[in-house]
């Protein structure tokens, strides 16, 4: 095991600037699909997979909401406003780079799939930094069950509780600490609330400032 304790990622909204064109997606579509106040409901689903993101349309607008057709919708218009690649949060890349080189393995646990997580990382310049990535459709349950950080702590075989989890979604943070791991949060459209600063050991406004923590850890 190493001396320094592992950090596991969630992707969007963390590494990726993704979760704000998430939102225009849903706004775009809002009024095709019927989805009343789409920002909040897509909020409610953030950190979550395309599975478990189906089960609460479906209980919101019935059993033959178009799911398919919906997801169709916005990930088309996703790609149309993505045409200079996803961009990634601020910091991000000088906060994987270094933590890297000073020696932190590091981990990807995404609810997205494996199709997507993988390319938008290696576009992004991160992939390479990453001993694990474990994806949503590696897994039957998502986030907030604690599943896919526990088979991320399996995969770089380190003990839950020794471990760093670093999410911007509600949803991630359960997950985190319901795998009996140590959450950071980096906020992005969601605020930290009372639940999540009783659940988080740190808040940090960016992966600037999370980078400076661990960088002083490591003296």
């Known amino acids: ?3 320094k304790p592992c950090i596991v990622f969630d992707m969007d909204g963390v590494l990726l600037d993704t979760e704000q064109l998430v939102l225009q997606c849903w706004e775009h579509v809002a009024e095709e699909f019927g989805l009343i106040e789409p920002s909040d409901l897509c909020r409610s689903c953030m950190g979550t997979t395309h599975a478990k993101t189906d089960e609460v349309l479906c209980s919101l607008y019935g059993q033959d909401f178009p799911v398919k057709r919906f997801h169709e919708a916005t990930r088309n218009y996703f ?3 993505i045409t200079d690649g996803i961009p990634c949060r601020p910091h991000a890349l000088e906060a994987i780079r270094g933590l890297h080189a000073l020696g ?7 609810s997205s799939r494996e199709a997507s997580v993988c390319p938008e990382l290696e576009e992004a310049g991160l992939l390479p930094y990453f001993s694990v990535v474990i994806c949503g459709d590696h897994l ?3 986030k907030p069950e604690p599943d896919i950080y526990l088979l991320a702590c399996e995969k770089l075989g380190v003990n839950p ?5 670093v999410e911007d979604s509600y949803n991630g943070i359960r997950s985190a600490h319901r795998a009996g791991m140590i959450p950071i949060m980096v906020p992005d459209q969601l605020p930290p609330t009372e639940e999540m600063r009783q659940l988080c050991r740190y808040i940090f406004d960016d992966l600037g400032v999370l980078y400076a923590h661990f960088a002083q850890l490591a003296k």
Do not use: I
């Open 1 to 3: 095991m190493s001396e």
């Open 79 to 81: 790609h149309q406003l």
């Open 104 to 110: 932190y393995p590091l981990a990807v646990a995404s």
């Open 140 to 142: 039957k349950r998502s």
């Open 161 to 165: 509780a020794t471990a760093y989890a």
